[in-house]
């Protein structure tokens, strides 16, 4: 009888593959999530700004006006010019009339201020004096001729007007005839001549008074021209 064969056992832990374990994943430790910083770029130097300074304020220079006398033509229109006051006619000539014109005015002006009856007394000589000047600022103008005469002789007309209570009245322009040492003609013309300006030159009472008038005694006393004192009669008539 045979005998029965052996049969070898297989260890199965030997036929099967061996098992490769992975490697276990490590553990996952949750660290803290640091940000990184951000990165600041240094910003670009600047260049330092200039300073502008303020200009200076310039102040305009004020305007100078260049003195322009008045002619003739406009010294006759402003004495003409309604609405303003023998004064400022007065004044404005003084100031801006044509030279000879505004030397004569303010002649008379300083006249007028120096002899008022209120001034500062003057001497019987210096008073004279004065109105032998006066007699010469007269008689050179109403020798002119007409056109040139008629200006003027305004001026003079609106002077004794404005100061008829003061140094031109009648009296005041007499006060002075005792010290008068330019002879006795002279003395009488300028008697006559202020005498008559000082009654005339009221336009509002110039009718009545200049039929007492007498002009004819300005030549045959006076010595005076035919022609001066045409000039004369030809402005008040």
């Known amino acids: 009888m045979a005998r029965p064969k ?3 056992q297989v260890n199965e832990a030997e036929t099967q593959e061996p098992v490769i374990v992975a490697d276990a994943e490590p553990e996952v430790v949750n660290e803290p999530v640091v940000e990184p910083e951000p990165i600041v770029e240094p910003e670009p130097a600047k260049e330092p700004e ?3 300074e303020p200009e200076p304020v310039v102040e305009p220079e004020p305007e100078v006006k260049a003195d322009v006398a008045m002619t003739k033509e406009e010294v006759a229109a402003l004495i003409s010019k309604p609405g303003m006051t023998i004064a400022a006619k007065v004044a404005e000539i003084a100031a801006n009339g044509p030279v000879p014109i505004k030397l004569m005015t303010n002649r008379l002006l300083e006249y007028a201020k ?3 009856p209120d001034a500062t007394l003057v001497s019987e000589s210096d ?3 004065r109105n032998n000047n006066l007699f010469s600022v007269l008689k050179t103008v109403i020798g002119l001729e007409y056109t040139e005469f008629e200006v003027r002789f ?3 007309n609106m002077i004794f007007l404005l100061e008829k209570d003061g ?8 006060r002075f005839d005792t010290a008068w040492n330019w002879g006795e003609k002279n003395l009488q013309a300028y008697l006559l001549l202020t005498d008559i300006i000082a009654k005339l030159c009221d ?13 004819s005694k300005l030549q045959s006393i006076g010595g005076l021209k035919e022609s001066t004192v045409s000039n004369l009669v030809g402005f008040y008539e």
């Not at 336009?203 to 002009?215: L, M, P």
């Open 114 to 116: 120096d002899l008022h």
């Open 167 to 174: 140094a031109f009245d009648a009296f005041n322009l007499h």
């Open 50 to 52: 200039s300073v502008v």
């Open 6 to 8: 052996k049969t070898k």
């Open 154 to 156: 305004q001026i003079i």
């Open 127 to 129: 008073g004279a004096s």
């Open 203 to 215: 336009n509002s009472t110039r009718a009545k008074r200049i039929e007492r008038i007498d002009f």
